[in-house]
Nanobody
Framework: QVQLVESGGGLVQAGGSLRLSCAAS????????MGWFRRYPGTERKFVAA????????LYVDSVKGRFTISRDNTKNTVYLQMNSLKPEDTAIYYC?????????????????WGQGTQVTVSS
């Protein structure tokens, strides 16, 4: 089990950038696949990006490909989401999640631990 704390959200103009961070506690962080999901008001969380335990595999939802980059630093127990060319439709609460099986996954059911979320608001 890992505890996850997101940071880096905020208000940005369209076309701007933000970098989300997710700090994890627990010695087994380096064995977990990690992911970012987002939730629009009144909807369920949707997949954004994922990375395997060693960073070798990454996955992205089509709408963020070429704009967002997921990365991790296992020495710092941290996963990042670099978000560039932000659009108003990226406005959501962003959640970090950990998958114990270690691979990059788009499926929320593969993730056992979730952070509390951080708000990202993109103004037009």
């Amino acid at each position: 089990q890992v505890q996850l704390v997101e940071s880096g959200g905020g208000l940005v103009q369209a076309g701007g950038s933000l970098r989300l961070s997710c700090a994890a506690s627990g010695r087994s962080f380096g064995t977990y696949g990690m992911g970012w999901f987002r939730r629009y008001p009144g909807t369920e969380r949707k997949f954004v990006a994922a990375i395997s335990w060693n960073g070798g595999d990454t996955l992205y939802v089509d709408s963020v490909k070429g704009r967002f980059t997921i990365s991790r630093d296992n020495t710092k127990n941290t996963v990042y989401l670099q978000m560039n060319s932000l659009k108003p439709e990226d406005t959501a609460i962003y959640y970090c999640a950990a998958a114990p099986l270690g691979w990059a996954s788009m499926t929320s059911g593969d993730f056992s631990d979730w952070g509390q979320g951080t708000q990202v608001t993109v103004s037009s």
